[in-house]
């Protein structure tokens, strides 16, 4: 079993971490269906790298997130599963990686 621990500055120097958090409220989703739901993120721009948790059971959907304009997370949900899934309202957690000044030359 592989242990790890908590490196909160171990990427620092490549990016600005922007934490953000909101509730958002997927409708029943059919199957083949997909869902979104913007999230206000400031200092967001496009061509950030997006990371993001639910805070319920996602159920086999697929998640997505990423930065759809500037201070605008675009969170989606895919309903792959042949059936009807209906995720109850959660807090979504995640953040937003903008590459630091300097990206390029590390």
Do not use: C, Y
């Amino acid at each position: 079993m592989a242990v790890g621990t908590k490196q909160a500055k171990q990427f620092q120097a490549l990016f600005d971490v922007i934490p953000f958090t909101a509730t958002v409220d997927m409708a029943s989703a059919a199957d083949a269906e997909t869902q979104a739901a913007n999230v206000t993120v400031g200092g967001a721009v496009l061509g950030d790298l997006v990371l993001v948790a639910f805070g319920v059971d996602v159920a086999d959907l697929t998640v997505d997130a990423q930065v759809t304009a500037a201070d605008v997370v675009t969170v989606t949900v895919n309903n792959n599963t042949g059936g009807i899934v209906d995720l109850a309202s959660t807090t979504v957690t995640g953040i937003v990686l903008s590459p630091a000044n300097g990206f390029a030359d590390a």
